[in-house]
């Protein structure tokens, strides 16, 4: 389970709020609660950049790891967010 408008709230919630949803590795949120903005620009549009991952809000799309839409990179968004990464070593 995880932060999407299919189970009914209204806004981001914090990482650890749905721990049955957490991979394999430990990690929250890997899809759902916000989209992921990402670095990578829009081919021919320098203006948009991709986002992944779904979020709370918007038109019941099933958050995958893999689904990705456009976002302008001027315009903030409450349903648009970031990752920060702390590098783990696997024994």
């Given at each position: 389970m995880c932060n999407t408008s299919l189970t009914g709230t209204d806004g981001p919630r914090s990482a650890?709020?749905?721990?049955?949803?957490?991979?394999p590795c430990g990690r929250y949120n890997m899809s759902g609660n916000v989209w992921e903005w990402t670095k990578t620009i829009v081919?021919?549009?320098?203006?948009?950049v991709f986002v992944?991952?779904?979020?709370?809000s918007l038109m019941n799309i099933i958050p995958w790891t893999?689904?990705?839409y456009t976002s302008d990179k001027g315009i903030g968004q409450q349903n648009i967010g970031f990752r920060c990464i702390l590098?783990?070593?696997y024994e």
């Open positions: 650890k709020s749905y721990p049955n949803g957490k991979s081919p021919n549009d320098k203006m948009r992944k991952g779904g979020s709370w893999w689904y990705r590098r783990c070593d």
